[in-house]
Nanobody, 125 residues
Framework: VQLQASGGGLVQAGGSLRLSCAASARTFSSYAMGWFRQSPGKEREFVSAIRWNSGHTYYADSVKGRFTISRDNAENTAYLQMNSLKPEDTAVYYC???????????????????WGQGTLVTVSS
């Protein structure tokens, strides 16, 4: 499975961006999709995840209410809508895919099988 993340850029605090993650897998609809981010000097952290059927979504407390994850299985694409961005959201954002993930592990980056290359989001104050 190949993942291609896009949509990052420079935005002012309070602004919005939408990240996209295009997947090559024909069985995309069976994968859970996650977004993680990594700032300089920090470990990669969980941002959001969505189960294969979009029935359940998960968010880090730091982004809850501001970010929305979604997916279009017909287009093999996952999205992360980011609103009310803050300077502390500045990071490289990675999308990831997991097949057969245990729900208790959905926030654990070790549980994901495939990773995209990352897209940089910079939020200026």
């Amino acid at each position: 499975v190949q993942l291609q993340a896009s949509g990052g850029g420079l935005v002012q605090a309070g602004g919005s961006l939408r990240l996209s993650c295009a997947a090559s897998a024909r069985t995309f609809s069976s994968y859970a999709m996650g977004w993680f981010r990594q700032s300089p000097g920090k470990e990669r952290e969980f941002v959001s995840a969505i189960r294969w059927n979009s029935g359940h979504t998960y968010y880090a407390d730091s982004v809850k209410g501001r970010f929305t994850i979604s997916r279009d299985n017909a287009e093999n694409t996952a999205y992360l809508q980011m609103n009310s961005l803050k300077p502390e959201d500045t990071a490289v954002y990675y999308c990831a895919a997991a097949n057969g993930i245990i729900l208790s592990q959905i926030r654990n980056l070790q549980a994901y099988d495939y990773w995209g290359q990352g897209t940089l989001v910079t939020v200026s104050s």
